[in-house]
């Protein structure tokens, strides 16, 4: 079924995409302990939706559960409870696998093929045709910054973390999957590597591939992604596209001196105090709210167009569930 959402890009277009990704109520817990009489909850039960062509980040700290719900959805392990589906087939369908790409967060290779052969023997697995992946590989190669030669001659157990993780999502690439997880992308690349995993993100973007990844940098993420969620302990916490939850480009940052904490809830969201001072977002009308300031003694510094960022945003939901994890 087509769902509708806006793009964050343009909040008043809507688009109609298909669900990709459909989790209902999924969980997962395991046992442990010596007589495994002991439970421990690696996801709690969540729901979301991912839609074609979206890239779409999964945040959290570690041990958020993060890696456990990529996991489940692809059949590597099992849910607790609840349910998913991909491309509208049960999670760990044999039947969508060829349309699926999935770089791990701490892939093992076999480190004593070369690059090339490691590459090789990917597209074997999915029963690519000679004539096609020897064209297919080295294009693959130059989208995310290998040179030939390399890939030719040395073998993997002589490649950095950085070049590794490169020719790892050359093979999560190799049979032009629709849907491509990513866990943690970004990770152990220096800002040139980044920059070229992120532009081959969006390349794919742009190609209309969908994109699931999980990553701790959420500068890239506020970049690259339409819509995303947070885990934090295993629970959901909140999901949205950038618009949504981070508010419109043309909201305003305030800062100042006095007045009443509780007047100034009512006007700031994400209020802060440090060094005497209080800062956050405003809702509301402007000039209103210097009236406001007025009236209350305080004083006002810094009054300036700007929008929540991705990483103020997620350090305030963070704070928020451990320090109220129970609101209702």
């Given at each position: 079924m087509d769902t509708v959402f806006p793009t964050d890009a343009n909040p008043a277009a809507i688009v109609h995409r298909p669900v990709i990704v459909k989790i209902q109520e999924l969980s997962k817990s395991y046992r442990t302990g010596f007589w495994l009489n002991q439970q421990v909850v690696s996801l709690q039960p969540c729901s979301l939706e991912v839609y074609q062509g979206e890239t779409f980040g999964l945040l959290g700290p570690n041990g958020a559960g993060k890696t456990t719900l990529l996991k489940l959805l692809l059949g590597i392990i099992r849910p607790s409870s609840g349910n998913a589906q991909l491309l509208n087939r049960p999670a760990g369908d044999q039947t969508i696998k060829q349309q699926i790409g999935y770089l791990p967060e701490n892939p093992y290779f076999y480190d004593y093929l070369t690059g090339w052969e490691f590459l090789t023997y990917s597209a074997g697995l999915f029963n690519i045709p000679a004539s096609i992946y020897k064209e297919r590989i080295p294009e693959l190669l130059d989208i995310v910054g290998l040179s030939r030669q390399t890939a030719i001659k040395k073998q993997l157990r002589q490649y950095s973390k950085g070049m590794l993780q490169r020719i790892g999502m050359a093979q999560a690439l190799i049979n032009d999957p629709d849907i491509i997880f990513l866990d943690e992308p970004m990770s152990g690349l220096d800002p040139t590597g980044?920059?070229?995993?992120?532009?081959?993100?969006?390349?794919?973007?742009?190609?209309?591939?969908?994109i699931f990844f999980n990553s701790h940098i959420l500068a890239d993420v506020e970049v690259i992604c339409d819509r995303i969620a947070i885990l934090d302990q295993g629970a959901l916490i909140c999901q949205g596209s950038l618009h949504e939850l981070l508010g419109s480009?043309?909201?305003?940052?305030?800062?100042?001196?006095?007045?009443?904490?509780?007047?100034?809830?009512?006007?700031?969201?994400?209020?802060?105090?440090?060094?005497?001072?209080?800062?956050?977002?405003?809702?509301?009308?402007?000039?209103?709210?210097?009236?406001?300031?007025?009236?209350?003694?305080?004083?006002?510094?810094?009054?300036?167009?700007?929008?929540?960022?991705?990483?103020?945003?997620?350090?305030?939901?963070?704070?928020?569930?451990?320090t109220n994890p129970n609101p209702n």
């Open positions: 980044r920059y070229q995993v992120r532009e081959v993100i969006l390349s794919l973007k742009d190609q209309g591939k969908t480009p043309d909201a305003y940052f305030v800062k100042g001196q006095g007045g009443s904490l509780d007047v100034l809830k009512k006007w700031l969201q994400n209020l802060t105090f440090e060094g005497g001072y209080w800062q956050g977002y405003l809702h509301g009308s402007p000039s209103d709210f210097m009236a406001s300031i007025n009236l209350m003694n305080g004083r006002l510094i810094t009054l300036d167009l700007r929008r929540l960022s991705l990483e103020d945003f997620f350090i305030q939901q963070i704070h928020q569930r451990r």
